[in-house]
């Protein structure tokens, strides 16, 4: 399952699916649009899956990784089934629990394109990412 990225009332909500509910220990991530500092297609997640460690949720090396994850000083949230095959964005946050979100979506560049506008306060409708 993906992610469901939405933006409405100044916030960005990040709506989990099916068995990633179970596995990242939440339903939702929900952050103020402000706080939102940048958002970028993210590469190699197999590799970047090895740093840190798990605080809560679920993990299995090479294969998924969601909930929380200690990342040196940091703390970020992954949302990510399949770390081989799935495509994700990276979502950078300030002044918040998560200093970044990383999100397994059906099109990076399309859920790129909505944070940004709605970052840029142009509406947009909700997208399934």
């Known amino acids: 399952m993906h992610t469901r990225i939405t933006t409405t009332d100044g916030n960005l909500v990040a709506t989990m699916q099916g068995v990633d509910v179970f596995l990242a220990a939440r339903r939702t ?13 993210t590469g190699n997640l197999a590799e970047q899956g090895r740093r840190g460690w798990k605080r809560m949720g679920g993990y299995w090396p ?10 040196g000083r940091t703390v970020a949230f992954w949302n990510v089934s399949h770390l081989r095959r799935d495509r994700a964005v990276t979502i950078t946050l300030r002044d918040e ?26 509406p947009t409708p909700a997208h399934r990412a």
């Not at 991530?29 to 297609?41: I, Q």
């Not at 979100?101 to 399309?110: I, R, S």
């Open 62 to 71: 090479g294969w998924f990784r969601n909930g929380g994850f200690q990342e």
């Open 29 to 41: 991530v929900t952050v103020p649009l402000a706080h939102v500092v940048g958002v970028e297609e």
């Open 97 to 122: 629990k998560f200093a970044r979100l990383v999100l397994a979506v059906d099109e990076p560049q399309g859920a790129i394109a909505t944070i940004r506008a709605s970052l840029d306060g142009q």
